[in-house]
């Protein structure tokens, strides 16, 4: 009976593409229905996809990967993972991009499966620094860019004219705070924390005797 062909695709985020990869899985070929796709870090294989494709696989079966780095991009989690596919599961893997990276060569000489094993062990490593370099770069990229004022997360918003009078009546009584909040469109937390902020703002000028 022949193997049954699996595939498995990751791209990092939903803004990338997994074109490329879809491309080469098919024309394997690998069945569209057979293919399993994650838009998630390689960081670990905590990923719903990968961990649905690994439950299905059977002895004899094939699980197809363009490149080493789309199965992860930790070094010691890809030994891992490749162990379990073929020696616990007995699946066989095929990366595209390396040639040499194909188990079902099972007539290979010892060379041959030592040469496999090497390759293996510096293309994980490879895969586990390209990960470090990409957090050392984004965390230098957000340091400069606050370094130069620019700042992250939702912008800050306008406390609006209306405020302070809505906010004196509110604590005359007149007002619930939730009512209050209401009628210039913010949330009943926004207004109270509006609030605390002027009213420590204020009892700092009348403790400096401003």
Do not use: C
């Not at 699980?63 to 991009?73: C, P, Y």
């Not at 109270?192 to 400096?208: I, M, Y």
Request: cysteine-free; proline content about 3%.
């Amino acid at each position: 009976m022949n193997p049954t062909s699996y595939g498995y695709i990751r791209v990092s985020t939903k803004e990338q593409h997994e074109d490329r990869q879809l491309i080469a899985l098919r024309e394997f070929p690998v069945r569209e229905d057979r293919i399993y796709m994650d838009k998630l870090s390689g960081k670990n294989f905590d990923r719903p996809q990968y961990r649905k494709l690994i439950r299905r696989l059977s002895p004899g079966d094939v699980l197809v990967i363009k490149a080493i780095d789309r199965l992860g991009r930790n070094y010691d989690d890809i030994q891992e993972q490749w162990r379990i596919i073929t020696k616990e599961i007995r699946a066989d893997i095929v990366v595209l991009d390396m040639p040499l990276l194909d188990t079902r060569k099972k007539g290979r000489d010892l060379t041959g499966t030592f040469i496999s094993d090497m390759v293996l062990q510096i293309l994980s490593y490879v895969a586990q620094i390209e990960r470090e370099n990409i957090r050392s770069r984004q965390a230098e990229g957000i340091a400069a860019a606050k370094a130069k004022g620019i700042r992250f997360g939702r912008s800050r918003k306008e406390i609006p004219d209306q405020f302070t009078g809505l906010y004196r009546s509110y604590r005359e009584g007149s007002i619930s705070a939730r009512a209050a909040a209401r009628l210039p469109g913010i949330s009943h937390s926004t207004f109270l924390r509006w609030g605390n902020a002027g009213d420590g703002a204020e009892k700092e000028r009348t403790d400096s005797g401003l």
